[in-house]
């Protein structure tokens, strides 16, 4: 039952991002906060489990996962979904989406395309500091960042 109430909350916020059409900007991102991070793109992704919180990963061509939790194979897509990971996911892939949210978050991605950070914390892009929105932000991976 918890797993599908995970599975629904996972399509929500997919609708309201970036769509595939859109992907634009290439660069390197870093975060770390707590909250909802989505990232849609071409590129390749190294997260940080810490032992809480949910990783829905959907479209990776490879993905690679180290350490203990949760691991769900999606039957029905090629999507993996995480949970209650502590360890390393690395995953990259075309037109690939990564939908993270919890009270940690960390990860570092590298391609094009966009992401979405809403709650509190900071990233860095291309040598750039960041904060998270805490009613979110759609941000470019080729943005520099408006410190606040």
């Known amino acids: 039952m918890v797993l599908i109430a995970v599975l629904v909350a996972l399509s929500l916020p ?4 970036a769509s595939a059409d859109e992907i634009s900007g290439t660069g ?3 975060a770390k906060g ?7 793109g071409d590129g390749e992704i190294e997260i940080e489990g810490h032992g809480v ?8 061509e490879t993905l690679e996962a180290s350490g203990k939790g949760h691991r769900w194979e999606v ?13 390393t996911i ?3 892939g075309q037109k690939i989406t990564v939908w993270m949210t ?6 570092t991605a590298s391609g094009t395309g966009r992401v979405y950070l809403r709650g509190h914390g900071r990233y860095e892009i291309n040598g750039h500091d960041g904060f998270w929105s805490p ?3 759609v941000i470019r991976l080729d943005a520099v960042p408006v410190t606040q």
């Open 75 to 87: 039957p029905s897509g090629n999507a993996t979904l995480f949970w209650g990971w502590s360890g």
């Open 34 to 40: 707590a909250g909802l991070a989505i990232l849609r």
């Open 135 to 137: 009613t979110g932000e």
């Open 14 to 17: 997919l609708a309201s991002t």
């Open 90 to 92: 690395q995953a990259s």
């Open 28 to 30: 390197t991102i870093w």
């Open 102 to 107: 919890g009270g940690l978050i960390e990860f």
């Open 53 to 60: 919180g949910v990783v829905w990963i959907k479209g990776a």
